[in-house]
């Protein structure tokens, strides 16, 4: 089983930015599967979740109306889309599955930066 996060990047405020999670050794399609980030000096915190079936998706407060998770089963990706960034949301983003955890991936650093 493994998680591999990229797409990060520096990005300014209000700019947009897509990160992407390829998993392999277990079916997306049949996984709860969330992006969580971790933020400087700050504990690991759920950022967006979707379900597995029919797809449903949840987000933080903070992120709603900006963010969008999305998967594609066929190439076993996952992404968010981050629009209208603002500074707070720098930190190194990862994907997991929301039960059970999987091993963690190395994340992908987003920073916005002006």
């Known amino acids: 089983v493994q998680l591999v996060e990229s797409g990060g990047g520096t990005v300014r405020p209000g700019g947009f930015l897509r990160v992407s999670c390829r998993v392999s050794g277990f079916s997306l399609s049949t996984s709860g599967m969330a992006w969580f980030r971790q933020g400087p000096g700050k504990d690991r915190e759920l950022v967006a979740s979707?379900?597995?079936?029919?797809?449903?998706?949840h987000y933080r407060d903070s992120v709603k109306g900006r963010f969008i998770i999305s998967r594609d089963n066929a190439k076993s990706s996952m992404y968010l889309q981050m629009n209208d960034v603002k500074f707070e949301d720098t930190a190194v983003y990862y994907c997991?599955?929301?039960?059970?955890?999987?091993?963690w991936g190395q994340g992908t650093q987003v920073t916005v930066s002006s």
């Open positions: 979707i379900i597995s079936g029919g797809g449903s998706t």
């Open positions: 997991n599955q929301l039960v059970p955890k999987l091993n």
